[in-house]
């Protein structure tokens, strides 16, 4: 968080050319934020099917990191709500999607964790998307196309051989792969110390892999940080991984929380919303009262259409 020359607020602290203005950024994450909450109140009233895993607290990763990975290949994982609504910006269909709903981005076949729209693809299964992104990223090296693949895991995901075999031909064949991981400090209801030896970064450098540690939330300074890794992906096909400390501040999925209230209380004191609330008080509001009132919007519309009616599979892309 800055306050810029003319000493308006700047409550993203954005100072990148390549990012949208604060108050874009700052919408952004507030609408991940509500949606996200609007998910788990939508399950506790019974009114969802199936699973769902909320990004509260990660909000800013994938807001911070939106206008450096315009027209790439980003490969997304189970908690990919944010991922989403970053790229898109588009509640409505991704709502649909989840409720199975008119209007779901893959026809209410793929729910939460199976999304496939214009160059972004989920998959609830932990790793797999290591492969099928080094594909990705092998194609856009013959094709010279400029274009990078990203994929978005977790920490604990770091325990899946797949994503190792990945790592080694990203390095060999000098692919340009991007590799963001979201280290929360748990998988499911195992703290990484009970599981991970080593450090991801010493993983990474194991096969040569560029590695970067972001450990703060701040928006305009991820931007400007990470530029130099993505521009070294991109431009001279050096595969790197990134690595954010954050924090996972609701349940595992639904309900299931398995961490101690004290613990839950005690990330929730670096949670960005309340550092920004606290700090810029007109502007956070009005923003946070703009996106809440946009998400209980799309909440009453999207529950009022009918259900989705999946079309012949051969008009599916
Ligand atoms: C191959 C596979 N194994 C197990 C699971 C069940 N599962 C879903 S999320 C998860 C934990 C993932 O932890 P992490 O990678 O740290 O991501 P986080 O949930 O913390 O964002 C597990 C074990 C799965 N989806 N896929
Ligand atoms: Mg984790």
Redesign the pocket.
Known sequence: MTVDSENTASVTGGTSSAGPSDDADLDRMLLIRHFESALLELFSAGKLNGTT?T?LG?EYIPVALEPLLRGDFIFS???GHGHCLARFDDPESLLAEIMGRKGAVCYGVGGSQHIHRDRFLTT?????SMSVAVGVALHYRHTRERRIAVVF??????G?GALYEALNMAKLWELPLLVVV???G???STP?ALQMAGTIGDRARAFGLRFQEIGHNDVGRIRSEVAGTVAAVRDAHEPAVVQFNTA?LGP?SKGDDTRPPEEVERLRAGDWYAALEAAFPEAFRAADERQRRRVAEVVREVESRPLSEWPDMKVIT
């Open positions: 895993h990004c990660q994982n189970h908690r609830g299964v932990q790793g797999e895991t977790g920490d604990g995901t770091w899946e979201e280290h929360n748990i998988a499911q990484t996972r595992h």
